[in-house]
Structure formats: structure tokens, C-alpha cells
Nanobody, 127 residues
């Protein structure tokens, strides 16, 4: 059974930083592109960033480029999201998700591509 467990969310002031983690189990981690999405009430879940299973390719939404960094530790089956210079508009529930792929450098960035989702972790940025 595949499980994705996010952690690291919380309340932070604007300009601050948080590091989210997503621990995966029940899958061969190195066969999955990993992504982060976020969602606020009444809005669709939006793409934030994703990383290939090799770790060699990453994609970012324009709204987070230069502030957020995705990384992964395949030995620990964990993907990370380092979030710096946080803004109130970054407030959302953050979800990690997986996309199975045979291509080591493939990065899945569309919602519909993803196979499994975590339960989400709340990030709140106060102004």
C-alpha cells in the first residue's frame, strides 16, 4: 500500500522559511517523479514544483521560482520542499504526489498525471 506522509507545515511570518518533507512508502521510490501541489479553499489544486526520479530535472511554477527548491533523497524515500521568502499568498494546504515513470529524467507537472497523493500539510504565512 502506497503512503505519502507530508510534514513540516506550520505558521510563519512573511519573509520566513519552512521546509516540507514527504516520506513515501509502499513503492519503488526511484521509479516515481515527485511533485508538490497546493490548494486553498474554493480553488483548484495548483502545481508548485516537481522533480524527476533521478533528481536531475526540476520544474517550478512561475509564482515560486527563485524562492522554493525541491529536492529528494532516494535513500530515504523522501522529497523535500524548501520554501524561502514566503508570502501570504503562499498560504495553502501543500500536497505531495507521485507519478510512476520509466524515464529517469521525466518530470510530471500536471494534476491528472499523478497516481498517489498525500493527506496534505497546512502552511500559513502571516503578513
Amino acid at each position: 500500500q502506497v503512503q505519502l506522509v507530508e510534514s513540516g507545515g506550520g505558521l510563519v511570518q512573511a519573509g520566513g522559511s519552512l521546509r516540507l518533507s514527504c516520506a513515501a512508502s509502499g513503492l519503488t521510490f526511484t521509479s516515481y517523479s515527485m511533485g508538490w501541489f497546493r490548494q486553498t479553499p474554493g480553488k483548484e489544486r495548483e502545481f508548485v514544483t516537481a522533480i524527476s526520479w533521478s533528481g536531475g530535472n526540476t520544474v517550478y511554477a512561475d509564482s515560486v521560482k527563485g524562492r522554493f527548491t525541491i529536492s529528494r533523497d532516494n535513500a530515504k524515500n523522501t522529497v523535500y520542499l524548501q520554501m524561502n521568502s514566503l508570502k501570504p499568498e503562499d498560504t495553502a494546504v501543500y500536497y505531495c504526489a507521485t507519478k510512476w515513470t520509466t524515464y529517469s529524467d521525466y518530470v510530471a507537472s500536471h494534476f491528472s498525471e499523478h497516481d498517489f497523493w498525500g493527506q496534505g500539510t497546512q502552511v500559513t504565512v502571516s503578513s
